[in-house]
Nanobody, 119 residues
Framework: EVQLVESGGGWVQPGGSLRLSCAAS????????MSWVRQAPGKGLEWVST????????TYADFVKGRFTISRDNAKNTLYLQMRSLRPEDTAVYYC????????????RGQGTQVTVSS
């Protein structure tokens, strides 16, 4: 059974950092492209970042470039999102998802982890 379990969210002040983790089971994470998407209160799903399978090239939404870093640990079958210089507008539930962000709503994703950025 494919499972994705996110963790690492919480409350942080503007300018702070968090590292999100996504533990995968039931499949080998490195053989798939993996993405992070988020959903802010009252808004739809929004793509954040993708790491491609194989060589692991990465892409980012413009609003997180230079602040967020996606990575994976193949030995742990875990995906990460290091978030720095957090802003109030980064407040959202963050989900890891399998695949490329072609149709966000249909991507297999975990239960999400809440990130709240406020003073």
């Amino acid at each position: 059974e494919v499972q994705l379990v996110e963790s690492g969210g919480g409350w942080v002040q503007p300018g702070g950092s968090l590292r999100l983790s996504c533990a995968a089971s039931g499949f080998t994470l490195s053989t798939y492209s993996m993405s992070w998407v988020r959903q802010a209160p009252g808004k739809g799903l929004e793509w954040v970042s993708t790491i491609n399978n194989g060589a692991g090239s990465t892409t980012y939404a413009d609003f997180v470039k230079g602040r967020f870093t996606i990575s994976r640990d193949n030995a742990k079958n875990t995906l990460y999102l290091q978030m720095r210089s957090l802003r109030p507008e980064d407040t959202a539930v963050y989900y890891c998802a399998i695949g490329l962000p072609i149709s966000l709503a249909t991507m297999t994703r975990g239960q999400g982890t809440q990130v709240t950025v406020s003073s």
